[in-house]
């Protein structure tokens, strides 16, 4: 195989996308199974929402960065 040993820039930051994407899913789906019990700690759901919405803007940056700026 002659694959390079190292990732350049973007394809780290695709790789650190798909991740957090992929958390993000997984949390969504925990959040729902939660509300889902009838009577969901209010506490645990207010935490995962939390760590769903700072998933959610670390994604937006990391695209944000993979966009080339546009001088026009």
Same mark, same amino acid.
């Given at each position: 195989?002659?694959? +390079?040993?190292? @990732?350049?820039?973007?394809?780290?930051?695709?790789?650190? $996308?798909?991740?957090? /994407?992929?958390?993000?899913?997984? $949390?969504?789906?925990?959040?729902?199974? $939660?509300?889902?019990?009838?009577? +969901?700690?209010?506490?645990?759901? /207010?935490? @995962?929402?939390?760590?769903? @919405?700072? @998933?959610?803007?670390?994604?937006? /940056?990391?695209?944000?960065?993979?966009? +080339?700026?546009?001088?026009?």
């Amino acid at each position: 195989m002659n694959a +390079p040993s190292e @990732l350049n820039f973007d394809e780290m930051l695709s790789i650190r $996308l798909e991740v957090l /994407r992929r958390e993000h899913r997984d $949390l969504d789906a925990a959040i729902h199974a $939660l509300e889902e019990t009838g009577r +969901p700690d209010q506490l645990t759901l /207010r935490r @995962l929402k939390k760590q769903k @919405l700072a @998933l959610k803007d670390q994604i937006v /940056r990391i695209e944000d960065d993979m966009i +080339p700026d546009i001088i026009a």
